[in-house]
């Protein structure tokens, strides 16, 4: 199995297609296919803040349901996505408002489709993918040695929220703690989440949101050559939304 693992997006389309392309991905037929049979898979995090949410969403849609060629994860933005899609309540801030302003500006019948498509990509999605006989294991936010294989409610608030203790920092922020620090597992984990200047390889486990949307690069992790290849954002660089290890 060889995967091209794809950090968050957050709607930075043309960062996505770059990097396709980069990894040897062709545009032929409207969405990024591997002569050599190579696939993608999505850490989640698809939309919100960036400019191209909804064609992101597009695009996954193609390739995970329609063909099933590529592999995804919710994030916890694909979660709130979700929940406004399906007409709960929620708070449209931290950058959904930016993918809601791109669906109330199509019409109402654009709306209902990509409105469904999202939905029914996110409720076909696993809360997290375990791949290659087990080896690998594909988190938004990562997961604890001794939640995979499991799927009740702590699980899920972990793989999209991370380790958090309802505990808050004084900017409002959640404290997180830093679980890849202690994980000892055999798979190799990859997520994203939390946006890092660099991939962070810790014991067998990769961040690889490199804070596309606020400046940084959009990379990506080949599998099983766990090879790093990023490329720059085209957006502004936003330094205190990365986190310093
Ligand atoms: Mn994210």
Not at 26 to 33: A, N
Not at 117 to 131: G, W
Not at 166 to 175: A, I, L
Not at 203 to 221: C, E, P, R
Request: with cysteine; glycine share 10%.
């Amino acid at each position: 199995m060889k995967l091209d693992i794809i950090g968050d997006i957050h709607g930075c389309f043309t960062e996505f297609k770059k990097l396709t392309e980069l990894l040897g991905y062709d545009w032929e037929e409207g969405i990024p296919i591997h002569k050599q049979g190579r696939k993608l898979a999505f850490v989640g995090d698809l939309t919100d803040r960036g400019p191209q949410s909804l064609k992101v969403i597009e695009i996954i849609y193609e390739l995970t349901v329609t063909r099933k060629e590529a592999y995804y994860v919710p994030g916890n933005h694909c979660n709130k996505l979700y929940r406004f899609f399906k007409g709960n309540k929620v708070q449209i801030t931290h950058g959904l408002e930016t993918t809601v302003a791109e669906y109330e500006s199509l019409p109402k019948g654009e709306q209902q489709e990509i409105k469904q498509k999202f939905i029914e990509l996110y409720e076909k999605a696993p809360l997290y993918q375990q791949l290659d006989k087990g080896r690998l294991v594909i988190a938004h936010a990562g997961i604890r040695g001794d939640y995979i294989g499991k799927f009740n409610s702590k699980v899920k608030t972990f793989v999209l929220y991370g380790d958090i203790t309802g505990e808050k920092h004084p900017d409002g922020s959640p404290v997180r703690l830093d679980w890849a620090m202690h994980y000892r597992g055999k798979p190799c984990i990859v997520y994203g989440h939390t946006p890092v200047r660099a991939v962070r390889v810790l014991h067998n486990t990769y961040n690889i949101d490199t804070g596309a949307v606020f400046g940084g690069k959009l990379s990506a992790l080949r599998y099983p050559e766990k090879e790093i290849v990023s490329v720059p954002s085209s957006l502004p660089f936003v330094a205190e939304k990365f986190k310093e290890l």
